[in-house]
Each structure stands twice: as structure tokens, then as C-alpha cells.
């Protein structure tokens, strides 16, 4: 499906120059003089490359529809990452910079979505929010608003988020996977 260079919005998949690009970033620009067009940054989902391209109202860009799927995830090994196709019990294994350091949240039986596109994975996504454990978590500074602070914790997982002070070590947490920052605290 063609669409104008001006209706392109991050997330978007564009087939441009023989190649697949995802969207990153968009900035619409109208200057003084000329014409307005969309500043546009984009990853290559192919091999990683990254650019940015400016395209003007009248230029058409074909947007690619992805097929979607479902996969378990099952194990990692070394930085290859195996998933099973939940119709047919098919594994694959795929290399854990596809997933753009979301890895870290990858929990045994998790469902996610592999993007194929000619059927070759592309992408996998996971869910939004999951939970974790804090294994860490900072002391509290008296004196400290409750409202603005919050203090630095480490996940079962390893990974770094910032917590309220109110959060403590072995507290389960909801965690936003792709901007890996605290959403509330698990039931």
C-alpha cells in the first residue's frame, strides 16, 4: 500500500531502496520557504543499518504488511534465543539483538509475536509490561519528597529501573519492557 511521505508514523514498516525499514522517529517540518516535508530516522530490519531521509508531501512510500505469529519462547542459548511455533511445535532459533535489548525480560513459556515478512523473522515482540522481582533496591534518604524521587533498583533479571521509595527488596513490580521503567506494583 503507497501512502505519502507526510502520513509516515513511527512503527510504520517501509519498503525503501530494496530494503524493509522500521520507523523509529518522525519530525514534521514546515519551513519558512518551500515546501513542508517529514524528517524521518529508520532502522533497516535486515541488517541493522540506520538512516534518516526526508521525504516531501508528494513522495509515496510503499508500506509493507508484516505477517504476525505467536511463539513461545523456550531457552537461550549463548546469544542465539529458541522459540516454538504454538500451531505446528516447530523451534527456531533466532540471535537476541533482534529483540533490541528487550532479552532481558524473556521469561520461560512467555508468549510473544515474531513479525515475518516472506517468511523470515524480522522482528519479536513482547508484552508490554511484565513483572519482575527487585533483588536490590537503595535505601531511602530521609528528607526526601515521596512525590518526585524515586531511588534505583535491580530486577531478578538484572536490569536497572528507578522505584518509588516505597519499594523494597523482594517486592514483585510491573516493569514497561521497551521504555524499562516502573508501572505499579504486582497484585
Known amino acids: ?3 505519502s511521505g507526510v502520513d509516515i508514523r513511527p512503527g510504520n514498516i517501509l519498503e525503501y531502496e530494496g530494503g524493509i525499514w522500521k520507523v523509529a522517529k518522525t519530525q514534521h517540518t514546515q519551513p519558512g520557504k518551500g515546501g513542508a ?5 529508520m532502522k533497516n530490519l535486515i541488517d541493522g543499518r540506520k538512516t ?3 521525504f516531501r508531501s508528494q513522495d509515496t512510500v510503499e508500506k509493507v504488511r508484516l505477517d504476525t505469529k505467536d511463539f513461545q519462547f523456550l531457552y537461550a542459548d549463548g546469544d542465539q534465543l529458541v522459540f516454538m511455533d504454538k500451531d ?3 523451534q527456531i532459533q533466532l540471535p537476541a539483538d533482534l529483540l533490541g535489548g528487550a532479552d532481558a525480560f524473556l521469561q520461560d513459556g512467555m508468549e510473544v509475536s515474531l513479525e515475518l515478512w516472506e517468511e523470515r523473522p524480522i522482528s519479536v515482540q513482547l ?3 511484565v513483572e519482575a522481582t527487585i533483588v536490590e533496591a537503595d535505601a531511602v534518604v530521609k528528607g526526601q519528597t515521596a512525590s518526585s524521587s524515586f531511588k534505583p533498583a535491580v530486577l531478578d533479571n538484572g536490569v536497572r529501573v528507578m522505584v518509588p521509595p ?3 527488596s523482594g517486592a514483585r513490580i510491573i516493569v514497561d519492557v521497551y521504555e524499562r521503567t ?3 506494583k504486582a497484585n
Open 52 to 54: 534518516n531521509v526526508r
Open 127 to 129: 508484552p508490554e509490561q
Open 37 to 41: 516535508f517529514m524528517q524521518v530516522e
Open 88 to 90: 505446528t511445535y516447530e
Open 166 to 168: 516505597h519499594i523494597g
Open 182 to 184: 516502573y508501572v505499579g
Open 1 to 3: 500500500m503507497k501512502i
